[in-house]
């Protein structure tokens, strides 16, 4: 999760009891490697972590980038990657708002990828983003 939201009262307290992850979205080496060292601790004790690869959502629910550190992560650990595709969620909470409307999420659970089958980062990505975007309509692939 975003490192400031740590600093909020009370929500920051619960998050850090609950052993969340914070990233530090500023690029910064050092912040990097303490993230990687605190989800490692995580793993270790057999807690699944879950990410969100794009990092926040899309305001017309079409695939964004993904964010390389998740994947930096998989390949450090080793740790399976279970890709899940979902959408729908884009009309039942547009970005920006609170309001909720009905609506139907899907989810689709992918096998297991595992990062010893990839040479690098990129191609685990690669391989994640493909495997999700074929759980999802035509349209939210970018």
């Not at 992850?21 to 270790?44: F, H, T």
């Not at 659970?109 to 990129?122: L, Q, V």
Request: charged share 20%; with cysteine.
């Amino acid at each position: 999760m975003k490192r400031s939201l740590m600093n909020l009262p009370i929500l920051g307290t619960g998050f850090r009891q609950g052993e969340f992850i914070a990233v530090d979205r500023s690029g910064d080496a050092a912040a990097a490697r303490e993230s990687v060292a605190a989800a490692q601790r995580v793993l270790a004790r057999g807690v699944h972590i879950t990410t969100f690869v794009e990092g926040t959502r899309s305001p017309d629910g079409r695939m964004l980038p993904f964010k390389k550190g998740p994947f930096y992560l998989a390949k450090e650990t080793g740790a399976p990657c279970i890709p899940i595709s979902l959408w729908g969620t884009e009309s039942i909470m547009m970005k920006g708002s609170l309001r909720i409307t009905p609506g139907t999420a899907h989810l689709t659970f992918h096998p297991p990828i595992y990062p010893a089958d990839y040479a690098t980062r990129d191609e685990l990505l690669h391989a994640v983003r493909v495997i999700i975007a074929s759980g999802l309509p035509e349209w939210m692939r970018s």
